[in-house]
């Protein structure tokens, strides 16, 4: 039993409702940009580090390029994607803005991917994900 992944938790409500814990190593995150309908996807892992788990931003991409969202100088086009090193590399977690008038994250692991609201429904405004620890009884461990 994997006690190590990430913590989903509404922003609104994360100091009155537990997270959601998901036990991953490596899964990437999906979303088309709203106004220019150009996928973007981001690969994460979480590790283990002084003790503490961690989230590492490994790898982004990008499908093509569009006004406001060029791909940095350093990206590499590969396959119609371009490919670049995100340059927070190890981001203590992340804000994911979440409306209900565009499509959600898709949450990808082992090339499978669902909807986010398939492990934690959306309500309008920003969900927390974070690197934790699988909870023993009580909240997850960040």
Known sequence: M???GVC???????????????PVERF????THSIEKVRWEEDYAVERRDGKP???ALKARVRGSAAG???????VLRGGWYEYQPQTW???????????????????V????????NL?????DITLLTPCTRPASGPATQ
């Open 69 to 75: 969202m060029e791909p940095p100088d350093d990206a």
């Open 28 to 31: 990437t995150l999906a979303w």
């Open 120 to 124: 934690l429904p959306s309500d309008g």
């Open 54 to 56: 961690v989230l590492l």
């Open 8 to 22: 989903l938790a509404l922003a609104l409500s994360a100091q009155t409702l537990s997270p959601v814990f998901e």
């Open 2 to 4: 994997m006690d190590l």
């Open 90 to 108: 190890s981001p203590k977690g992340l804000r994911l803005t979440r409306s209900a008038y565009t499509a959600d994250y898709e949450w990808c």
């Open 110 to 117: 082992n090339g499978q991917c669902q909807p986010m609201a």
